[in-house]
T-cell receptor, first 112, second 112 residues
Framework: SQQGEEDPQALSIQEGENATMNCSYKTSINNLQWYRQNSGRGLVHLILIRSNEREKHSGRLRVTLDTSKKSSSLLITASRAADTASYFCATLPGTGRRALTFGSGTRLQVQP | NAGVTQTPKFQVLKTGQSMTLQCAQDMNHEYMSWYRQDPGMGLRLIHYSVGAGITDQGEVPNGYNVSRSTTEDFPLRLLSAAPSQTSVYFC???????????FGPGTRLLVL
């Protein structure tokens, strides 16, 4: 079963707009990571946020983590056509299997 | 560095055939893993390894075998291919489970 579930499943915006994707998970985590996948390619790591962190920035990316609600959000500001991709959250459990569990992803389409 | 490499890129098998998907990394990473990705879905963990000689099952291990005789290589063996194993297979590595996962380009497998 998927630990992380992204919302929305698909998102279409215009260039220059902000894109927000959400991720919910079920069990306690050590960290949560966001990855991007361009069509037909492998996944590329974007950002990692630890369970004791609440917010993290990397360039145009902003990630928040609310462990009380077991949720995270990824904000991409001033989106570009090149941001068109699928975005996945992945969680590393605090206990148990030492492996990432991926959600089903959000497909982002940025219209030029 | 080549990063994570996977061969072959594409493969067509008949039901019942066996094959090995190759994965290699040149970053001296301890942790390696295999995922499968079905259309419109996230990644599901098949097997993982925390170091040479150590492997463990993931979420969907049935029908697959792995071994880790060296740090660099982590082959995935399909024992008797079934149509349900039609998927895209990704290999990933990281310095440790806490770290960033680096993904290979994937192997597209079609089982007829």
């Amino acid at each position: 079963s998927q630990q992380g579930e992204e919302d929305p499943q698909a998102l279409s915006i215009q260039e220059g707009e902000n894109a927000t994707m959400n991720c919910s998970y079920k069990t306690s985590i050590n960290n949560l990571q966001w990855y991007r996948q361009n069509s037909g390619r492998g996944l590329v790591h974007l950002i990692l946020i630890r369970s004791n962190e609440r917010e993290k920035h990397s360039g145009r990316l902003r990630v928040t983590l609310d462990t009380s609600k077991k949720s995270s959000s990824l904000l991409i500001t001033a989106s570009r056509a090149a941001d068109t991709a699928s975005y996945f959250c992945a969680t590393l459990p605090g206990t148990g299997r030492r492996a990432l569990t991926f959600g089903s992803g959000t497909r982002l389409q940025v219209q030029p | 560095n080549a990063g994570v490499t996977q061969t072959p890129k594409f493969q067509v098998l008949k039901t019942g055939q066996s094959m090995t998907l190759q994965c290699a990394q040149d970053m001296n990473h301890e942790y390696m893993s295999w995922y499968r990705q079905d259309p419109g879905m996230g990644l599901r963990l098949i097997h993982y390894s925390v170091g040479a000689g150590i492997t463990d099952q993931g979420e969907v291990p049935n029908g697959y075998n792995v071994s880790r005789s060296t740090t660099e290589d982590f082959p995935l063996r399909l024992l008797s291919a079934a149509p349900s194993q039609t998927s895209v297979y990704f290999c990933a590595s990281s310095q440790g489970i806490m770290g960033t996962q680096y993904f290979g380009p994937g192997t597209r497998l079609l089982v007829l």
